[in-house]
């Protein structure tokens, strides 16, 4: 379905797996935004059609979401938990599909994501939405730039014509485009996980399966004191070294103990300092042209 060589538009409708409750540790203040957005969305219909609003506000038809905030933190997988709030169906599209659909044929194969979206009621989701939402280039060197804003064009025009929910998430918010920022109606924000955040996250992910050397509960306040700094991913990314850890070490009563947590913990920080800067170049890069052109497999 990626192939290069089709360029034919098809489009995965996928059912969400979670809900924003079930599924998603979320800050209070994050948490407060998504009950605001999900309530302006189920009074949608009253304000916009029984009390006769969308006669004067034609463009408020739909429902533009941004989530932005550093890597990690969840935003993909609250996208999806959304819809499942909403019992709405959803439209992934990330990078690969911007790579291999969108080339050559972007304005049209936006247009086409809308137009599915719409006949399926489906929650449209752009992944990784720096680029799209980057600035439109006013010194365009012609060729590939001219395609970035044609693509950034269709999509404002699109966002305005469309009475769905749309979905942005970012790691990078700084250099959106003020057309777009006008446009989205609620800028939700994600952060590393506090304190409290980090317990309900390890609570999560240590899943009743698995066989603790400790008891429960200290083990988790333990964790989660020892994890400031770490996103949501990387906490199940230490989980991921420290299980066959305790499994390697002894395989007749293998059992989970806070070495095993605490060195894999050491193991991710000292990656996020030594390997790349990470973080930094998501920062610097998201949003330039030349990333523009990296996403949409242009690049010289
Ligand atoms: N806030 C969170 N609540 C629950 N799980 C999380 C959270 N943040 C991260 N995770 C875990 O990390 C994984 C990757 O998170 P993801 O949604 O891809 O982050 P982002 O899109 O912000 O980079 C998730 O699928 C989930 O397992
Ligand atoms: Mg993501």
Request: glycine letters at 8%; charged letters at 25%; one cysteine or more.
């Amino acid at each position: 379905m990626t192939d290069r060589h089709h360029k034919q538009t098809t489009y995965e409708v996928r059912d969400p797996t979670t809900t924003l409750e079930k599924g998603v540790v979320l800050s209070l203040e994050t948490r407060r935004m998504f009950e605001e957005a999900i309530g302006a969305m189920r009074h949608h219909k009253t304000i916009y059609s029984d009390w006769g609003f969308g006669d004067v506000d034609p463009t408020g038809r739909n429902m533009i979401l941004n989530l932005y905030g550093p890597p990690g933190t969840g935003k993909t997988l609250a996208a999806e938990a959304l819809a499942g709030t909403l019992a709405r169906k959803y439209i992934h599209i990330g990078i690969s599909e911007l790579e291999s659909k969108f080339v050559g044929e972007t304005a049209k194969n936006i247009s086409a994501a809308f137009q599915f979206a719409a006949s399926e009621g489906a929650l449209l989701f752009f992944d990784e939405a720096d680029t799209l939402l980057g600035a439109r280039l006013s010194t365009v060197t012609q060729g590939i730039d001219n395609e970035i804003n044609a693509m950034r064009s269709t999509l404002l025009i699109e966002l305005e014509r469309f009475e769905g929910v749309v979905v942005f998430a970012t790691n990078f918010a700084k250099n959106y485009d003020s057309a777009f920022v006008s446009r989205i109606r609620y800028h939700i924000e994600f952060k590393l996980p506090d304190l409290p955040s980090r317990k309900l996250l390890w609570q999560r992910m240590l899943v009743p399966g698995v066989p603790l050397a400790e008891e429960r509960d200290s083990l988790i306040d333990r964790c989660a004191a020892e994890s400031e700094g770490l996103s949501g991913r990387e906490i199940r990314t230490v989980l991921r070294t420290a299980f066959p850890r305790a499994l390697v070490e002894s395989s007749e009563q293998p059992m989970v103990r806070w070495e095993h947590i605490s060195t894999a913990i050491s193991d991710v920080r000292m990656a996020n300092n030594n390997v790349g800067s990470r973080r930094q170049e998501q920062t610097t890069n998201a949003g330039s042209v030349e990333h523009a052109r990296q996403m949409l497999g242009l690049a010289k």
